[in-house]
DNA sequence: ATCGTTTTCCAAAGCGCTTTGGATATCTGC
DNA sequence: GCAGATATCCAAAGCGCTTTGGAAAACGAT
């Protein structure tokens, strides 16, 4: 049942029917209704090609993500952000468009995307310092929002971004104030400005104190739990070991504790551990009180508002590039406490 | 730059130029260099919109993912599982719809993707028994692949599935070979179909040794950390705690191990942990020698495959429906061990 | 009754591509 | 040199919707 038939069927014109389904002022109320049965009734659903060939719109959101086999974008938090997003998009009649593509040709994926009108818009994901792709899709003049942001670069845009700097900050003094004086961080990669940021919170907190960062307790790199296991071990071996801990994940953080507990010591007693927690719906820091001390910030409902500000922007809602800065929580758990008396 | 504006350029019909772009053989070799030429020199792309009306196809698969506050489908393996779809997509040409749908609408959901044509295809993400979305895709006529199997489903369909009974079975049995004879299932929610297989392998091996299930240590419930933890915590605070737990995923795995050390037992030797593992990218079992005794088998790849029978299915390359059932191999890690001798 | 509005509807022209059904030019073999 | 095949190209008709620019009908005020 395409709209013709059903124009003929009701002895209307494919004008009217079409107004009286998107809810035009110019057609009586009657004819309408009369039409909005016989659509039903017909079950008429307008054909999305069609529609969007004329519209221009296609009423979609791309997304994405580039597949190396050096860094997995396509992990955990990647996954809970679309929940979140898909929930907004779903909400206005969106949907979302997922290409992933080799990150040799990310740039390419989005020119084809602008050119091609494969989508109203791109969610940018785990922008880097300096992003290429910033300038890139300004110049398309494909809208477009970061989730995070971009040191260095000096194109307007509109971001959402968790205060990553306070929040590595805040663990750190939290740390400090328990007396820790010896810390090892398990960094994300810090190409990432993420990372980039939560490595400079965490420095200058330690420097505001006076206390010199070791390079061999500071690593950056993947945020799997063998990693964390691998650079904990490292640490608690080595000479002059780390009394905290601060994991750029709740994943690597299971390595951190699974290096520590191998080693018979105490988790919130011996060694002290913090991490960023994306409060991921199948993986919860604990049900009711926390595993882990973190720093807290819903991912889910960070793809939730990036794809809200994303469309009002496609809409034309808002013009001038627009930001958000969350405020990550300090939640406190099991796995921090007192620095344990000098050895 | 569209086709008429390129064509105009070249001094050509508009048919002449899209058959040269696609490589039909009525066209010279050298208008057809020279139209391709053309087309980079202006880098003219052909509007996806209207390729797609003209010719039906939106090269592009969906994917409907229900957000229910029940079940987290939105999951790790999901993403792993859609990572590996849309390596195969990309390198045929195709990308991914993702819808998220409140899951009373799921039906519905799948609905209007085919009456709107909006996907030449789907991947059912999921099956539960006697899944009512395999009739319905049938009738709809929109060609599908589940990923997966439906117990009491008569319909034909193609799937992809892990032999998750055997898996579990042979997890079973490696068990009662190393002596143990209380064990603990911490399994998915029992609706679901790769749950239920899997309960089915794990009864099928204790019954074969005349071992009575009981019921006091057999739990499904959403493939978390904390779920397993908890149900941990019971079993082993019970009258007769197991010594060795299956669980569903190597995450409740991380919980049911929390729960075993936070009581001062030892892995592998007090309580031995088998676990499916799902080998996702990141969260690995291990870095070289499993954490885990696992039951294995790549999501990801299980991805690729499902989008490459899709797309096969969807281009007429194959009609009849296919099915692939893969076995997972067993790994061994240091999370089992003999039996302790009796209390 | 009449003229200007307003309401209600429609025919037709896109949107940018593919594809059908020729038309014209170029080769064959005899 | 010519009929028949073959290679090369084109005009025009879709695909199924939206939207422009009226036309016809109904209405209101004089």
Redesign the interface.
Known sequence: MNLRELSDLLGLSQTTVSRALNGYPEVREATRKRVAEAAKAH?Y??????K??AT?R?M?IGHV?P?SSQH?M???V???F??GA??S??RRGY????????DAEEAEAYM?LA????VDGVIVHGPRLDDERIPLLHNLGLPFVVHGRSTNCETPYSWLDVNNRSAFRRATDFLLDLGHRRFGLVNGIEEMDFAHRRRDGYTSALQDRGIVVDPALTHAF??????G??KTCEMLDGDAPPTAIIASSL?PA?GVR?AV?ERGLVMGKDVSIICFDDAL????N??GSP?FTATRSSVRDAGRRCGEMLMDQIEGQTTDPVHELWEAELVVGGSTGPAPMAT
Do not use: W
């Open positions: 079950n659903h307008p054909n999305t090609r069609a969007s060939l221009g296609t979609s993500i597949l997995e396509v992990n955990c990647f996954s809970d679309i929940a898909g929930e998009y779903a949907d979302m468009r997922v290409s992933v593509v080799d084809r050119q091609t009108g494969k993947e945020m799997t739990e063998p990693f296991y691998a994943i299971l699974r507990e719906s199948y993986l919860p604990g049900a595993i």
